[in-house]
Structure formats: structure tokens, C-alpha cells
């Protein structure tokens, strides 16, 4: 019996059979990483731009996009926006990042239900724009807290009259303007060619619906998240392309499952719906549900903002002291 | 043998300096060709994003008519809960005061009665309507010289906080009564000008139009001013070209913010002579245009004139529109009826 067993380890030793079944194993084992190394030619990045823009935003996006630039493998990046703006100097953080990105591999942008304020500021830049039928753009403008009327006195000395607040409100209303040309001024520079609105228009700071946008020039024309990657890819000549969605730490999350697996990276995951579009953003929300779904008890808290019978919800937050593109 | 070691020390130190100086060269070399444009911003361009601001300089100096008393008295109304505050007339007060006119408050009773002796009567953004008994006090007064000042403003949106939160109350200019019995009539929307404007879009610039004697006056600053329109009257102060009211009516113009009807003026800004405004362009020409203008009312204890009657000097017609110079009027207004 022992020196059949052994007759027969002996065979399959010496036979091609097994070298080659050990070898398809090896090879399916490596094959993902021939397969992403031969069968890419790069790679699009997904950039998400979600929830009120302020300095963690602008910190995460400005790396996310300076993580794409690095990557020699990233040949163009699309931003995912779903935000009604934030704080002004960090929107403009993200405008110059999106500016310089732009100016070194095609950028596309997909707007989800928002890219009001300092959110289109954001994307101002892009190649081409995207946004759906029930998304808002537009409202170009800065609002801010006007300074209260202080006067230095004997409980709070200061070595200037204007140390308190700054200056009057007619100064600081010569401050604002002229973030308020800055940001049209950018928004001219950047889709000038393709705007039909007039300077004074724009500076109405209206918001418009996504056809209205793609009418007015805001935006280039109506379509998705996949209508964007795909634009993106078409732009860099890619024929077959990974997408990639960016973290800010560096890490790398994956719309696809097949991504996902295809994918080599360290500390993959998969990435939530949360991630990609944040939460609710301010400003009006525009729900297609009908009116019998909105249940005003459902707010849990006192100081959530009423849900109308119109199924419009109107956040305005603006923190005291603090310029505002919102 | 220490032979044999210091050679092989010497080439260990060598070894040593090239690794550091490929180390050192090698992402100069590699990177070399990956040097960076800077990026250029032509949108910032400082002289393009910073407005300019409006000189805010000069002195109130009133040149009133030297016919016109050296005394007399101005009443300003406090009856009709009007909305100002010392610093909104304290330029204008100081300017009467200059020229040695009493100032004086009319707060309740019979109004023909404070204005009696009386050379002119400023009505400043009233809370409340106009009687009839009022008004016809205020007609007896310019009926005989004397000459009433109306300021209105736009309907405004007053924000209050207490201690049940905080409320939101419009507030409206209620001239209505007693503007139109003097044929004029102020707007509810403000103004606002995107290109000419005082740092913001409500603050609107104007323009004399020609008409009267606004002297000095090139350009002045009102603020969140209301178009104000009289028949027959004469336009002294337009607001710059591609002025819009607010709404969303796409409809731009040249709105009056002064006009004058005989010896009755109406403006749509009370805030271009506040104390921290009136130096704003030349709105301190302005001021004392108001100043002289009421200085040179002579109000003379009657006899009676026919109400209804027209002084017929008028000519043209004013609804508010981008129409310029409608009245050949002369400097020195005539007795409203």
C-alpha cells in the first residue's frame, strides 16, 4: 500500500500536470495587478466636494487635488459637488486648487443638488460642468455680519479708534465689495466665453436650477457622476482608465465593487454615499417626494429648520463675525 | 599594514562622498525637468477688484438768499412717531444753527399753532398717517410762505431681538396723506446701483439734474433711498444711469431722489445728512441746499389762498422715469397752494 501512495506522489512529481495547475493558481493570484498595470493607461480622480466649505474642507480638498497632480498615474480629476458654499477665503483656497489642477490635466465637474456660492466658486475653473435638473448654481456674492458700531471705553482700551471693529459699516461695505468682485472677477475669468449673463446679472447673486444654469451658461450641460468620468476620461485620451476616488489622508476609496477588488492600494475601502455628496447642504432643498412624506415631527431637535408644507427647506446659518459665500 | 588600512579608510570616505552627492544632486536631477509655472491670477488685479471710495470731506456752508431772514424758526415734527435719531439731523440742525435759526420740535397739539411764526417745517420718515386737520394746518403754512421739507424712505425691514426672540417689522415712510396733497409721493421699493454706487449696491450715487439751484453738487451718496415723484415738479437730484429698484422687475432708470414743488421739497434718504454721511461726495452741498432752502421760506399770517389754485409756472412733466429736465422753473420757488 505505502509503496503505491508513494508510486503515485512520485508520478505527480514528475509530472507537467502540476507545475502547470501551481502556475494558473500563482498566475490568477497576480493577475489584478498585471491586469491594472497593462490594461489601464491612467487613472480619473474623484474629488468630493461635499457639505459647508470651511478650513477642514479647503485643507482636505486642496490635498486630495494636490495628491492627484503628484500621481503620474491620475490623467484628469473629476469634482463631485453637492455644497452651498462656506467661508469665503477658504473657497477661494479651493478655487486657486482647482485653477491650478486645471491647469495641468482636465478637470470635470458633476454637481449634485448644490453648487451655490462658494461652491461654484470652487469649480469655476473646471472644463466642463455638469449638473442635474433639480440641482442649484449660481448665487455669486458674499454676505457677511456687518460690524456693530463700537466705541473704545474705559473697560476696553485700544490703541486705535478703529481696533474694535475695523472700521465703520460704510468701510466694510467697500471690504465686501471687493470680495465680491473677486469673485465675480474669477468667475468672468474662468467661463467669460460662456457666460450669457451680464457682469451686473451675476452679481445679483441669483440661484438657478440646473437647466436654467446650462441656459445661462453657468453650466455646460446636464448630466451625472458618470457622464463626468467618462468626460474626463475622453478628455485625457484615456481608453481604459481606473477611477479612483480621493480621501484626504491619503487613503483610497472606490465607487465599484470591481474597483474596489481590481484595485492594489493600501487601506482600500469601499466608499460611502455620505462621502461622496455629505450632508444636506444650506439654502433651499428641493425634494421630489410627495408632500405626504414630509412629517414635520420628524424633526428631532427644536432648533431644526421647519419643513414647509412646499417641501422647500430653508437653512440660513450664518456665524456671527465671519464672511460668509454662502 | 596601517598602509593597507588608511587606503582602504580613503576609499570608504570616498565611497561615502559620492553616495551623499548622488543623494544630495539626485532630486535636484530627477526633478529637474518638473519645475512649476506660478500661477497667474489676472482676476485678483488689485486695481480691478478694490472699488474706489468716495472722498468723504468738506464742510456744510449755507449761501441762503441775502433777502432772506438773518432769524427765524425751523419745526421739525416728532408727532407722527418719526423715525430719526439726533445723529440723522444734528449736520442740518447745526447748519440752521449757523445761520441763526431756532430749532424746535412740534411733538403734539395744534399744529397751526407751533408752526406759527414759523419759517419752515421738516417732516422726517413719519410713522403715522396725517389728519386731515393736519394737513390742512400744514397747507395753511405753505399757502403763506412758509416751506415744508418732506423725508421719506423705502418700506424697510426693521430686525429686533428681545427676550421672546427675534421679530422681523417692516417699517414704512406713511407720507401719503400729506405728500399728495402736494401732488407727490414716495416710492415703497429702494433704490439700489450695481456700477455707481458708495462701496455697496444701496448705496446709490446721484446726480443734480440741473434744474434748481443745486450749486456745488456734483455727485452725492444716498442710501437706500426711495424714488420720489411730484407732477409738475422739478427733479433736482437723479440717481446714476442703470439704477434699479428692488424686485425683480428688470426695469432700470434715473430715479428722482429730490424734487421740489414750489416751496415744498421732498427726498427719498434721510441717511445722506447723518452725521457720519454727510461728508460722503457732496452731500454736504446737499445739506445746506436743505438748510438754505428752508431759511428762505417767509411764512406771512394769512390772508386766505384759494386752495386749489396752481401757480401755472410748472412746465413739463416728472413720473419718475429716465426723462431728464422737466421744468423750466426758476431758482426761487413760488407759494404751494
Known sequence: MASRIRALLTRIARSYVLFVVIGVVVGLALAPVAWNATSSEGTVAVVPVSGAIDGGTSAGVSSMLQQARADSDVKAVVLLVNSGGGGAAASEEMYLQTKRTAQEMPVITSVDASAASGAYYTIAPSDHIYAKPASTVGSVGVLATTPQTLEPTTIISTTGPNKLTGGDEREFNYILESLGRAFVGAVFEQRGDRLELSRSELEQARIYSGTQAVQNGLVDSIGGRQAAVEHAADEAGLDSYNVRVMRPDGTVRFLSRSNYIASTAPEKKMVSAEYLYGENPSGPVFLMVPAAYLEPSTNESTDSPPVAETGVRVEATVAPGGTHVA | ?337
Not at chain 2, 83 to 93: G, H, K, N, S, W
Not at chain 2, 104 to 116: I, R, V, W
Not at chain 2, 233 to 260: C, F, I
Open chain 2, 1 to 337: 599594514m596601517w598602509r593597507e588600512l588608511g587606503k582602504r579608510l580613503v576609499v570608504l570616505v570616498l565611497t561615502v562622498a559620492v553616495v551623499v552627492a548622488i543623494a544630495a544632486g539626485g532630486p535636484a536631477l530627477l526633478q529637474g525637468d518638473e519645475e512649476r509655472e506660478p500661477l497667474q491670477n489676472p482676476e485678483y488685479e488689485p486695481g480691478e477688484v478694490v472699488p474706489e471710495a468716495m472722498a468723504a470731506t468738506g464742510t456744510v456752508e449755507t449761501n441762503p438768499d441775502p433777502a432772506a431772514d438773518d432769524t427765524g424758526t425751523v419745526v421739525i415734527d416728532r408727532a407722527h412717531s418719526n423715525r430719526f435719531t439726533r445723529a440723522d439731523i444734528e449736520p442740518l440742525v447745526d447748519a440752521l444753527v449757523r445761520e441763526g435759526y431756532h430749532v424746535e420740535f412740534y411733538t403734539e397739539g395744534d399744529l397751526a399753532t407751533a408752526l406759527e411764526g414759523a419759517d419752515a417745517f421738516l417732516v422726517i420718515d413719519p410713522a403715522s398717517e396725517y389728519l386731515t386737520g393736519d394737513i390742512d394746518d400744514v397747507r395753511q403754512f405753505t399757502g403763506n410762505g412758509g416751506r415744508l421739507v418732506m423725508i421719506g424712505e423705502p418700506d424697510r425691514t426693521a430686525v429686533s431681538a428681545s427676550l421672546f426672540g427675534t421679530s422681523i417689522t417692516n417699517q414704512e415712510s406713511r407720507l401719503t396723506t400729506l405728500a399728495s396733497r402736494y401732488r407727490m409721493s414716495v416710492d415703497t421699493e429702494y433704490l439700489y446701483n450695481q456700477e455707481n454706487a458708495d462701496g455697496t449696491f444701496k448705496h446709490v450715487v446721484a446726480r443734480p439734474t440741473g434744474d434748481g439751484s443745486l450749486d456745488g453738487v456734483d455727485e452725492a451718496a444716498v442710501y437706500t433711498a426711495a424714488a420720489v415723484t411730484a407732477e409738475n415738479g422739478t427733479v433736482l437730484l437723479r440717481s446714476a444711469p442703470e439704477t434699479y429698484k428692488s424686485g425683480s422687475d428688470e426695469v432700470t432708470g434715473e430715479y428722482p431722489v429730490v424734487v421740489q414743488r414750489n416751496n415744498v421739497l421732498l427726498l427719498g434718504d434721510k441717511t445722506f445728512m447723518r452725521g457720519d454721511r454727510y461728508r460722503v461726495a457732496d452731500n454736504e452741498q446737499l445739506v445746506a441746499y436743505v438748510a438754505e432752502f428752508m431759511i428762505e421760506g417767509d411764512y406771512r399770517a394769512p390772508p386766505d389762498v384759494d386752495e386749489d389754485e396752481e401757480s401755472g409756472v410748472d412746465t413739463g412733466t416728472d413720473n419718475g422715469t429716465t426723462t431728464n429736465g422737466t421744468t423750466t422753473n426758476g431758482t426761487t420757488p413760488m407759494p404751494a397752494a
